[in-house]
C-alpha cells in the first residue's frame, strides 16, 4: 500500500535536546512538507521541498531543520532553539499540484 | 496575502441532520485550489475534494456537496444526513502554488470541530 510513514507516533523531547522525526513516502512524489499544528488553530508550514537536495523555509521554520538527500524521506529536525516544540507535526506529499497526502502525525511534548 | 477563514469554532448536531460549514478565502492569484480535509481523533488529514478557481461548478460525492462562489469567495461544505462518523475536524485550505510548480504550499483555516450526536 502505497502512502506516508511518520514516526514515532508520540515523542518527549526534554528542555535543550534535539529531536528528529522521520517521513517515508512511497507515493513517489516530488514534493514533500512539514506542518505543525497547534491546539484550535490550522496548520502552519515549517519546510517544503519540491526535489531532492533542496528545500525551503515556510512560515515557522526558525527552530526546524530538515534534509531531503533521498527523494522518499524528508525527516524534521527540531532543535533547541525551538522555544515552544510542544505540537502535533504532520508530514505530507504531493505531485504538482495535486492534492497533498498526509501522514499521520506525531505529537511531540517538552518534558 | 493569502487567509482562509472558517468562522465556525464548533457545531453540534444530532445525527440525520444537515450541516453547512463556512469558508471564505482571500487571495490576489487569478489561478488558486481549494481544498477540504478531514481530520478524525487518529490526527491524520484525509483529502475530501479539490476545486481550481476556474470550475465553480458545485460537486456531490454521496452525502456530501461543496458550493464555490467565487463571487463572494466562499467555497462552503454541506453534510446531508449527518452521521456519527462524520464527528471530526474539518479544515479548509488554499494553495499558494502557481500552476505548473512542482508543488503545493497550503494556507489553512482554524478549522471547525463537527460533533454528530446519535
Known amino acids: 500500500d502505497g502512502g506516508i510513514t511518520q514516526s514515532p507516533k508520540y515523542l518527549f523531547r526534554k528542555e535543550g535536546q534535539n529531536v528528529t522525526l522521520s517521513c517515508e513516502q512511497n507515493l513517489n512524489h516530488d514534493a514533500m512538507y512539514w506542518y505543525r499544528q497547534d491546539p484550535g488553530q490550522g496548520l502552519r508550514l515549517i519546510y517544503y521541498s519540491q526535489i531532492v537536495n533542496d528545500f525551503q523555509k515556510g512560515d515557522i521554520a526558525e527552530g526546524y531543520s530538515v534534509s531531503r538527500e533521498k527523494k522518499e524521506s524528508f525527516p524534521l529536525t527540531v532543535t533547541s532553539a525551538q522555544k515552544n516544540p510542544t505540537a502535533f507535526y504532520l508530514c505530507a506529499s504531493s505531485i504538482g499540484a495535486a492534492e497533498a497526502f498526509f501522514g499521520q502525525g506525531t505529537r511531540l511534548t517538552v518534558v | 496575502a493569502q487567509k482562509v477563514t472558517q468562522a465556525q469554532t464548533e457545531i453540534s448536531v444530532v445525527e440525520k441532520e444537515d450541516v453547512t460549514l463556512d469558508c471564505v478565502y482571500e487571495t490576489r492569484d487569478t489561478t488558486y485550489y481549494l481544498f477540504w480535509y478531514k481530520q478524525p481523533p487518529s490526527g491524520e488529514l484525509v483529502f475530501l475534494i479539490r476545486?481550481?478557481?476556474?470550475?465553480?461548478q458545485n460537486e456531490i460525492s454521496g452525502r456530501y456537496s461543496w458550493n464555490f462562489q467565487k463571487s463572494t469567495s466562499s467555497f462552503n461544505f454541506t453534510i446531508t444526513a449527518s452521521q456519527v462518523v462524520d464527528s471530526a475536524v474539518y479544515f479548509c485550505?488554499?494553495?499558494?502554488?502557481?500552476?505548473?510548480?512542482?508543488?503545493?504550499?497550503?494556507?489553512f483555516g482554524t478549522g471547525t470541530r463537527l460533533l454528530v450526536s446519535p
Open positions: 485550505a488554499l494553495s499558494e502554488g502557481r500552476r505548473n510548480t512542482g508543488f503545493q504550499k497550503l494556507v
Open positions: 476545486r481550481n478557481s476556474f470550475d465553480e
